[in-house]
């Protein structure tokens, strides 16, 4: 999202203008880059709480990134967020509602630099956290508070979120204030290849839930879940999230999409002085006619960036794709989910190979995946011809050796010769049968912490 204050002003005056604003995010083969995003809760050393934003909490950390060289970003003069600049490869820090602090890394050219990229980060939070008595995990969910614990942070979207979300799903302020995820954000060569990365993307990431769950705890207890992350975002908002029939039919491309984004209710418009509540109104309408409750004003290019930043689909459309499946982790399981997904996207063949499994089933039979892996993960039934009792761990195994196959051919190489195949070894343990992070501290809750969850923050300190 633009920050406040920053948006493009130009004048919508073609439909066309918001294909082509996506078409224009493609890129040459040469000039792809991989930009990793992780979430993490922050709880302090004493007692474990949630912090707030004030005092000695989650503002004052912010502010020990800026003492490190990065620029602050003011919401009503408040920081909210920090820039990296050109020496970080324009990295951002931003917070989530509950005060879930967020590295949008870089655009980088390989993995070895997201691993590099992230040690930084994590060093610098230890400087910015340490002396408050504060530590972060990234887990999926947040192991121990309650809903009304958390504390809200003062960005101004979040007032519309926080009022408009209740009306859409049930736990819409869960996804909001007590959940963490690990994204990683890939380009496309041009509309064709776009269609077929997201696809393939899009059809598998259910299959990420299953791989990367790490959200087994709620309040204090095991809820039941693997991923309660991923069911949260079941019964969020059916507006915006989830395998939107429409990206699989034949003609999707740029146009497809922008007809249904379109009809994606609104969350707000930012101008001078600030956010506009405009959320449930159509987008279709205030581009076409504007709307009643901002007589005069017209539609943006900035309000279509800002409005696709509001679309929380599996895999996310900008001018770049995003992948949204997968919980928060450690950092090797954060590393290989990057991984997985450039072996995938970046090299042709990976990507033919992926692509035909994904054909050989109804994309519906991916998308019933969703309602079945947050609680079962991996165990989820998958057969096949070859594998009549196959489950999910099978298809596992084999997008795995896809990808690990697309990192050989990619053949970047660290100063020890190594390629970027080593960030996949915690998912080759797991389709060995090796267990998800959400199995381990299940085990852990039953024999080493005799059932006191709150062992997990300790284990799981970044």
Known sequence: MSNPGEIDATPIT??????????????????????????????????????????????????????????????????IGLKGGDRRNQASISLEPGGQLELSGGLLPDLHATAREMATHFAEMHDAADPLGLGFAALGFHPLARREAMPWMPKSRYAIMRRYMPMRGALGLDMMLRTCTVQVNLDYASEADMVRKLRVALALQPLATALFANSP?????????????????????????????????????????VEWVLDVPMYFIQRADGFIDL???????FLDHGLDAVPGEHAVMGDFADHLTTVFTDVRLKRFLEMRGAD??????????????????????????AAALVRARPWQDFAALRAVVPRIGLHAPWPTPARPDGTLRDLARDVVMIASDGLRARARRDEDGSDERRFLAPLAEIVA???TQAEHWLARNETAWAGDTRQIFHESRL
């Open 433 to 435: 049968g090796g267990p």
């Open 328 to 353: 928060a982790g450690s950092p090797a399981m954060m590393l290989a989910q990057s991984a997985l997904w450039t072996g995938i996207l970046y090299d042709d063949a990976a990507l033919a190979a």
């Open 217 to 257: 705890f709620t309040e204090g207890r095991p809820n039941g879940f693997l991923s309660y992350r991923a069911q949260v975002w079941t019964d969020t908002d059916p507006d915006r999230t989830g395998m939107p029939a429409v990206f699989f039919e034949d003609g999707f491309g740029f146009e497809r999409y």
């Open 279 to 285: 959320a449930g109104q159509s987008f279709r309408r």
């Open 14 to 79: 073609d439909r066309r203008q918001l294909a082509a604003w996506l078409e224009a995010g493609a890129k040459p083969r040469e000039a792809w880059r991989i930009g990793t995003e992780h979430e993490k809760f922050g709880f302090r050393l004493a007692d474990l709480s949630p912090p707030p934003y004030e005092p000695d909490g989650i503002g004052a950390v912010l502010g020990g990134f800026e003492r490190a060289g990065w620029a602050p970003i003011l919401d009503r003069g408040r920081m």
